[in-house]
């Protein structure tokens, strides 16, 4: 158990709709990162957060969002949903930014879109 | 344009022998590599590191080797175990920014 929890596990939703993934970071770190990880393909990097502030941006849709609140979760809000939008979401966290950190994973959100 | 690649897909090894994972990078600005392990239904979990420093890490029964000239890294696992079944990923970032950049994992199936 990495200390990452995202919620819900699994989520059925049909093309057009809009939702949204949590993650509760490990206890004491500050930082929170989505990744999409699609079919055949790697885990792609989204978004980072760091204790409520954007850090840095990946490959993330316009049509998706995310923030940390100062509980220091983290929410990725997906819209306008498209197939291709199928994928497992995964959210990571360490104490401080930084590439060479060490981050955690949770369990992942599997999203299937019909 | 695939920065990181693994270009194994899977790999199948009998149990106790030599497992070597290999990953090629492009960007020549990657500064540290690592590799992250991933079972079933679990998230990725970190495995082993590299500064572009060294060329050499070891923990263990694992091993990762650079090649800055090549731009080639390895995981080499030895002995391996039944327990090392899983997903490889190598990723590698860049100190200018806080991304860390995937490749698209090795399957690796340990024979018993």
């Known amino acids: 158990d990495s200390g990452v929890t995202q919620t819900p596990k699994h989520l059925i939703t049909a093309t057009g709709q809009r939702v949204t993934l949590r993650c509760s970071p490990r206890?004491?770190?500050?930082?929170v990162y989505w990744y999409q990880q699609s079919l055949d393909q790697g885990l792609q990097f989204l978004i980072q957060?760091?204790?409520?502030?954007?850090?840095a941006k990946g490959n993330i849709l316009e049509r998706f969002s995310a923030q940390q609140f100062p509980d220091l979760h983290s929410e990725l809000n997906l819209s306008s949903l498209e197939l291709g939008d199928s994928a497992l979401y995964f959210c990571?966290?360490?104490?401080?930014?930084?590439?060479?950190?060490?981050?955690?994973f949770g369990p992942g959100t599997r999203l299937t879109v019909l | 344009d695939q920065q990181v690649k693994q270009n194994s897909p899977s790999l199948s090894v009998q149990e106790g022998r030599i497992s070597i994972l290999n990953c090629d990078y492009t960007?020549?600005?990657?500064?540290?590599f690592l590799w992250y392990k991933k079972y079933p239904a679990e998230g990725p979990t970190f495995l082993i590191s590299i500064s572009s420093i060294k060329d050499k890490n070891e923990d263990g029964r694992f091993t990762v080797f650079l090649n800055k000239s090549a731009k080639h890294l390895s995981l080499h696992i030895v002995p391996s175990q039944p327990g090392d079944s899983a997903v490889y990923f190598c990723a590698a970032s860049d100190n200018r920014d806080d991304k860390i950049i995937f490749g698209k994992g090795t399957r690796l199936h340990i024979l018993p």
């Open positions: 957060y760091y204790n409520g502030e954007e850090r």
């Open positions: 206890s004491g770190d500050l930082s």
């Open positions: 990571a966290s360490s104490v401080t930014p930084g590439a060479h950190n060490e981050q955690f």
């Open positions: 960007n020549s600005m990657f500064d540290y």
